[in-house]
């Protein structure tokens, strides 16, 4: 989403733009100038890109909409003063700040030149920066928060979005992500600080002051010496048969997984050659998103087939996501789904908890999170085993709040995860960490391989003893918010005013959330219980057959995605009749709910 600029403020941003610091887009700006070109100087400088909680994402680029060295020390100038408003002691405690290897030859940006950027400015302000000196795994960042006590933390990082995009990360104190009203606070004070400060522009500044200090050496060693604490079964680990082959995807996590294994007492695991070392041009893939499948694991499946290997752990390029796939008895390899793997991974650590942990009275302080649209995969073992399970919003930043509040009220969090693999399986970083998940996904499969079990064995007996979750999830592209407006809007007004659908094809509606308007019918008040939210798409719907569909809009790209699963009880194993009911049910959620044609959506291209 993006704010309208008034034109008549078009003077100043050319003015920041084509200022000698900023030779590059300057040049950029001169040229479309030159050339009248009104169509990109509009897309560069007609609309502001808007910080949210996920604070800023774009494509690296000249003007006020892209993210430039600009864009970036007002964006810093603006946190910096709302840190100020909300902490007395932010002089004494400080941030942190870290970086991928993104980079941007064309308009000179990177992400380390973004990072140094937003340090020079809350140094000219007298304010303590931990500025790492190297590329850092995204979840550095939050536990860095924790661990120094730290105000807050800034990660420059675009995830796994295409490379011509970066992003601008900010974390709270209690080291989760931010939350409203904290982005609505930052926006004003972002809008309040346009004009850079003095020597704003002047990194080198920075490397003399005594406010400048690298917290790589001793967050790598305290972080690695935390997840330890998750390693129950050493002698297995140095003994295990298994090869484990990883890949970074040209992203930041080769190093630290490695780190990680040697911390659990493994053999490093084979890295793909091709990926393993930051290339912010990822030659090797498509999209550097291991969410993608298959396509981002082809490096990956031949060096495993070369080296004997039969499970492969892949990063996204931050390192804070995981995805995982296993060689079967047939030889074909199965990718893991997110939830998938959020329920093996569930399973693993109750078991490990439950192994460390005698007293039976204990788990009534026990907790294990997931967002709304994953696998309620975790509500059916928390209903056997004791232990309390809560859904949050979409995103990892509900999860890493509720979490912290938790731990505060004395209650201990074993787990987090959310379908778009991401997994939370330490306390020590209140976000989800690939790092962690990756190695205590290697200690997971080792035990299992002495069981003569494997990774795909282990998930059917988890289905077979708490019930099959079966789940399907995907997306449409549309780039007209009227039209994504319209289609939502068509669902809320079904058979007239107000009135949402009663079925689907031949599935039965019995239960409708909506968490844009805070309407439950399943609620005696029917209001939502989750916090609803006006500015994002979001209803979800509960079938009779035991069905549960959610229709979202998300909030980084022109995606409406939507995510289903069918539960099944304890004891109902035809997982192919589950498997055909399911397709059944999403074929009628597409023609029928998303009305593809209609409204001329593009589908997920396999």
């Known amino acids: 989403m993006s704010k309208v600029w008034p034109a008549g403020q078009l003077r100043p941003v050319f003015r920041f733009n084509t200022a000698p610091q900023n030779t590059k887009t ?32 774009a494509a690296m680029g000249a003007g ?15 946190f910096c003063r709302y840190l100020e408003k909300n902490f007395s002691d932010l002089k004494k405690r400080g941030v942190v700040i870290g970086f991928d290897a993104r980079a941007h030859t064309s308009s000179g940006s990177s992400s380390k030149r973004f990072a140094r950027l937003a340090a020079t400015t809350f140094i000219s302000q007298g304010i303590p920066v931990y500025l790492f000196s190297s590329i850092t795994p995204t979840p550095f960042v939050p536990y860095t928060i924790t661990h120094l006590k730290l105000s807050a933390g800034i990660m420059i990082t675009a995830s796994h979005n295409p490379k011509q995009d970066n992003g601008y990360k900010v974390y709270w104190e209690n080291g989760a992500q931010i939350t409203s009203p904290h982005d609505k606070g930052i926006s004003q004070t972002i809008e309040d600080n346009q004009e850079p400060w003095p020597q704003a522009w002047d ?11 690298d917290p790589y050496v001793t967050i790598n060693k305290d972080y690695f010496k935390d997840i330890q604490k998750h390693c129950f079964h050493r002698n297995i680990n140095k003994e295990t048969k298994l090869k484990f082959i ?21 053999k490093h695991p084979f890295a793909v ?44 390029p931050d390192a804070d996501r995981l995805l995982v796939a296993e060689k079967q008895e047939s030889g074909e390899w199965k990718v893991f789904s997110g939830n998938e793997l959020g329920a093996l991974l569930g399973w693993w650590i109750f078991t ?97 391989a002495t069981k003569n079990l494997s990774l795909s064995q282990q998930l059917k007996a988890i289905y077979e003893e708490y019930g099959y979750h079966i789940t ?66 979001m209803i979800t719907f509960t079938f009779a057959n035991g069905g549960v569909a959610t229709m979202r809009t998300s909030g980084t790209e022109p995606k409406i995605k939507y995510y289903s699963e069918l539960c099944a009880p304890p004891g109902n194993s035809d997982l192919d009749q589950l498997k055909n009911e399911l397709d059944e049910l999403v074929s009628a959620i597409e023609e029928y709910f998303f009305q593809p044609k209609k409204y001329k959506l593009q589908p997920k291209t396999e």
């Open 26 to 57: 300057s040049e950029i700006v001169k040229k479309m100038v030159a050339e009248k070109n009104t169509g990109e100087l509009q897309k560069c400088f007609g609309s502001r890109m808007e910080f949210g909680t996920a604070g800023l994402r």
């Open 64 to 78: 006020i909409s892209q993210m430039n060295d600009l864009t970036i020390i007002q964006t810093t100038q603006g």
């Open 203 to 213: 990194d080198s500044l920075i490397d003399s002051s005594l406010l400048l200090h």
């Open 246 to 266: 990883h890949t970074s995807v040209h992203g930041v996590g080769h190093e630290f997984v490695q780190s990680a294994f040697k911390a659990f007492d493994f």
């Open 273 to 316: 050659p091709e990926q393993k070392d930051p290339d912010p041009e990822f030659p090797t893939v498509k999209y550097p998103n291991p969410e993608e499948g298959k396509d981002v694991l082809i490096l990956s499946f031949a060096l495993a087939e070369k080296e004997g290997a039969g499970i492969i752990l892949a990063n996204d």
């Open 352 to 448: 490990c908890w439950k192994n460390q942990n005698q007293d039976p009275s204990a788990i009534k302080d026990v907790y294990m999170l997931s967002s709304t649209v994953s696998s309620k995969i975790l509500r059916a073992i928390a209903l056997k085993e004791g232990f309390h399970f809560e859904e949050t919003l979409t995103g990892f930043k509900w999860m890493g709040n509720r979490a912290k509040q938790l731990m505060d009220q004395g209650k201990t969090v074993l787990f987090a995860f959310e379908e778009a693999i991401g997994y939370m399986c330490s306390p020590v970083v209140l976000d989800k960490d690939g790092v962690s998940a990756a190695v205590i996904t290697a200690e997971m499969s080792s035990w299992l």
């Open 472 to 537: 399907k999830a995907s997306y449409f592209i549309c780039h007209d918010p009227k039209v994504i407006k319209d289609l939502f809007e068509n669902l809320r007004n079904f058979d007239g005013k107000n009135t949402y659908p009663k079925s689907c094809g031949k599935f039965k509606v019995s239960g409708v959330r909506d968490l844009t308007t805070g309407y439950d019918n399943s609620q005696p008040d029917q209001k939502a219980v989750l916090p609803t939210s006006k500015s994002s798409q």
